[in-house]
């Protein structure tokens, strides 16, 4: 069954540094998704991305946060300037232009120290 | 602006039995959809089950069923026979529809409900 992929599963960075986050989307969805869940606390939702084109976004989303799908298959989240709250996991979901059914990747767990 | 209220922070339930675990929503939308996500330890995020607000029949898959009260915008899921692989924090979420674009897919989730299963 297809499922969506994250690499790093873990990821720890220095305070300051940028962090690249890749997904790979189930290969016919055309809807894409990244969520944070802080440790301990719910899973919020921070972009979403249709059309090489972000369409919708939180604040928490700020100039800090990009996303990019530079090629067929990945969808990236990047951080330019990683503060120490950007500690959480990082979860990439997609989904098909008819349906309402979002899929999560396993997840990658960024660390700032 | 959507919220999700899960009010149960834990719940328990011997191997077998059945469980059920709240939710509340708040919304002004008509057509939204609803979920239930489980997270086990390895805090991957997996679907249990989907409801349209639209279809007044219940889901359901396999042990796990949903009470779906719009009136009151209650989602609970009763998970039954419960099992041991059960356990999980479980997740209430909601998506509202595209129409007028104030909502293009985004889910909205609850707090979440640790559920501890008992052999």
């Known amino acids: 069954e297809p499922e969506v992929t994250q690499t790093p599963s873990h990821q720890v960075t220095q305070m300051g540094q940028e962090v690249i986050l890749r997904c790979v989307p189930i290969s016919n969805h055309l809807y894409f998704y990244w969520y944070r869940q802080i440790l301990g606390q719910k899973v919020e939702f921070l972009v979403s991305?249709?059309?090489?084109?972000?369409?919708?976004k939180s604040e928490i989303f700020d100039d800090q946060f990009s996303v990019e799908r530079p090629d067929g298959s990945n969808f990236t989240l990047k951080i330019r300037s990683t503060k120490l709250e950007d500690s959480a996991m990082y979860f990439c979901?997609?989904?098909?232009?008819?349906?309402?059914?979002?899929?999560f990747g396993p997840g990658t767990r960024l660390t700032v120290l | 602006a959507q919220t999700v209220t899960q009010s149960q922070p834990e719940m328990s339930v011997q191997e077998a039995e059945t469980v059920t675990l709240s939710c509340t929503y708040d919304?002004?939308?008509?057509?939204?959809?609803l979920f239930w996500y489980k997270q086990p330890p390895s805090r991957q995020m997996i679907l249990v089950i989907r409801q349209e607000a639209y279809k007044q029949q219940n889901a359901t898959e396999n042990r796990f069923s949903v009470n779906f009260q719009k009136a009151a915008k209650s989602f609970s899921l009763k998970i039954s026979d419960s099992q041991l692989g059960d356990a999980a924090m479980y997740f209430c979420?909601?998506?509202?529809?595209?129409?007028?674009?104030?909502?293009?897919?985004?889910?909205?989730f609850g707090q979440g409900t640790i559920l501890t299963v008992h052999p």
């Open positions: 919304t002004s939308e008509s057509d939204y959809y």
């Open positions: 979420a909601y998506k509202g529809t595209n129409a007028g674009g104030t909502s293009y897919g985004k889910l909205t």
């Open positions: 979901a997609s989904r098909e232009l008819a349906s309402d059914t979002q899929y």
């Open positions: 991305f249709y059309n090489n084109e972000i369409s919708e």
